[in-house]
């Protein structure tokens, strides 16, 4: 494994305005559903043994993204928490037409930077991360290039230190082993994805994590947009 948050995947340089490490996204957020969240305290529990190699995302951080968004729009202007506001409504027209999707997620398993835990059913979310697309390319916010096919998923945890000694390598088998084995039973988690919410992510190299400000909550199905925060 990898420090995640390594030079190279940083979203600024160090000596740039705090405004560039902030991006705008789409997540999808555990609200309401417990039983995600105590799904990933177990795997927390996992983590604090080998606290050398991983940092866990805490349970407000607990998130599924839909779709990066780039930080300037067609007009050229800043993507902030008012320019998200505007962008609803598109984004809630594309999303009308669809009902609440039921999803599974795990079991979790160790990835070259992180542990992540897949997502399915993969065609479904990968109908929906289109849906989303098209929204906020309709609200005139600019994305990166479409994925092939929507790899759903969520990270439970952040690699803390390149694994580059034989005794990090030794320790990150044993942690990858104990993921396969540790949850058993109940290594996978049903949820449903009734809403998405467009936010503020920020990148927190120092801490090795991502923290979001939530703007505007979208939910599957017709709804009136208001503003909310």
Do not use: C
């Amino acid at each position: 494994m990898r420090r995640f948050l390594s030079e190279e995947r940083l979203w600024a340089p160090a000596d740039a305005p705090e405004e560039d490490r902030i991006l705008p996204h789409v997540l999808w957020l555990p609200d309401g559903q417990p039983q995600v969240r105590q799904h990933f305290a177990r795997v927390r529990e996992i983590f604090n043994r080998y606290p050398e190699l991983i940092t866990p995302v805490a349970d407000e951080d607990l998130h599924a993204t839909m779709q990066k968004i780039k930080r300037f729009d067609a007009q050229g202007r800043r993507v902030d928490a008012q320019r998200l506001h505007d962008a609803a409504p598109a984004l809630q027209h594309e999303l009308s037409g669809l009902s609440p999707i039921d999803i599974e997620i795990g079991p979790p398993r160790t990835s070259a930077y992180a542990v992540v835990a897949d997502a399915f059913p993969e065609a479904e979310l990968h109908e929906f991360y289109l849906r989303v697309r098209a929204g906020l390319l309709a609200a005139g916010l600019v994305l990166p290039p479409p994925e092939k096919y929507k790899w759903g998923h969520m990270s439970g945890g952040y690699g803390l230190t390149d694994t580059d000694t034989p005794e990090l390598a030794a320790r990150s088998d044993r942690l990858a082993s104990e993921l396969g084995r540790g949850l058993r039973p109940g290594s996978r988690v049903s949820a449903t994805i009734s809403s998405v919410w467009l936010v503020l992510e920020q990148q927190d190299p120092v801490a090795n994590a991502y923290t979001f400000t939530r703007v505007h909550e979208i939910r599957l199905g017709r709804h009136e947009v208001g503003l909310q925060a």
